[in-house]
C-alpha cells in the first residue's frame, strides 16, 4: 500500500480568515476542487488514478494551499534479475504523472529525496535498501519517480537449496573410494543419482522460472546432476575392467597409466645372485585390476575437480 502525500497552492480558493470566525482551514471533498490525478504509469493492473473509487478528503487553507493525500495498493511491474537467487537484489521504479496535462502546464517537485516509511511494515523475505524519490520529465510529461532497491533474504534458500545440493556434490565422488568388491558402488551412486533428482523436483517451485536472464543456480543443479550420471556411468566401466581377466583389450593409455601408478608405489627386491640387475629391467603386469584402481583415482580427481570449478565460479559470481 502507498499513499501520496500532495499539496498545491490554488490562489481562487484565498479567504480572509478573520471575515469568518478566524477560520485558518477546512476539509472538504476534493471533487468540488480542482485536483490532480495521478496515474501510475508501470502499473501491472488495471490503470486508474490513485485512489480511485474512493473518497480522500482534502484540507484547504485560507492561504489558499491544499492537502490531499489519495492512496491505494498500488502493483507495479518491474524487471527483474534473478540470475543470482537467492543472493539477489532487485530494483523497480515506481512512475507517476498527471495524465493528459504536460509539463509545460504542470511540474511536479519532491518535497524530499526519500519516501516517507510511515507505513512501511518490514518483510520476511525482503529487505529495503534504498526508497528515494526524484522528478525527470518522461515523454513531455512531469513524473515522479520513487526508486525502491530491495534484497531478498537468502538464509532459508541457503539451508533448503544451496546446503543439500553441496553435500550431493561432495558425497557424490567419493563412490570411487568404495572397494570394488563390495558391490556396492553402482548401488551409491545411483541412489544419489534418484535422490537429487527428487530433490530437485520438491525445490523446483521455489526456483524463479526466467530465460532471460537464467537463474545461475538452477544451472548449477543442472550441471550437478549431470555430473552424477556421468559418475554412474564411470563406476559401471571401472567395475567391467576390474573383473577382467586380460588387459589386451584395454587402451595403451590405461595401460600406461596404469603401469606409471604401480613402479611409483612398487617395492622392489633385487635378486642377491644378480645384483647389477637394474630396477627398469623388472617387468610390471599390468592387470584388469590395476586399471581399475588407476580409473578410480582419475576419476575421484577430474569430478572432485569439475565440482569445485562448478560451486567456486558460482560463489564468486553471486557473492562479489
Known sequence: MGV???????????WDYSSFDNLFALTIDPSDIWKPLMFLVNVADNMEPIGHGVTFYSTLTSTG??????????????????????FDTQECKLMFFNWGITNTTLTL???????????????????LLEYSTFVEVYNDY???????????????????????????????????????????????????????AIFL?????????????????????????????FIVGSVIMVSKYYYEETTAGLSSPLKRFAKWRLEKKRNV????????????????????????????????????????????????????
Open 4 to 14: 501520496m502525500l500532495l499539496n498545491w497552492t490554488d490562489p481562487a480558493l484565498k
Open 65 to 86: 494551499d491544499v492537502y490531499y493525500s489519495p492512496g491505494g495498493i498500488m502493483k507495479a511491474k518491474c524487471p527483474t534479475n534473478v540470475a543470482k537467487f537467492p
Open 109 to 127: 517537485s519532491a518535497l524530499s529525496t526519500q519516501a516517507r516509511l510511515y507505513w512501511y511494515t518490514p518483510n520476511s523475505d525482503w529487505t
Open 142 to 196: 512531469s513524473t515522479f519517480n520513487v526508486k525502491i532497491k530491495i534484497k531478498r533474504q537468502s538464509l532459508y534458500y541457503a539451508v533448503m537449496m544451496i546446503l543439500p545440493t553441496l553435500l550431493f556434490a561432495l558425497l557424490n565422488p567419493l563412490v570411487f573410494v568404495i572397494p570394488v568388491e563390495s558391490g556396492e558402488r553402482v548401488s551409491l551412486a545411483m541412489t544419489i543419482l534418484l535422490s537429487y
Open 201 to 229: 523436483t520438491l525445490v523446483s517451485a521455489a526456483i524463479p522460472t526466467s530465460s532471460n536472464p537464467m537463474c545461475v543456480l538452477l544451472a548449477v543443479m543442472i550441471t550437478i546432476i549431470s555430473l552424477s550420471g
Open 269 to 320: 627386491v633385487l635378486p642377491v645372485n644378480d645384483p647389477n640387475k637394474q630396477i627398469n629391467e623388472i617387468e610390471v603386469n599390468v592387470t584388469g585390476k590395476d586399471v581399475a584402481n588407476a580409473l578410480d583415482c582419475v576419476c575421484l580427481c577430474i569430478f572432485y575437480a569439475a565440482i569445485c570449478v562448478c560451486l567456486t565460479g558460482y560463489f564468486v559470481y553471486v557473492l562479489i
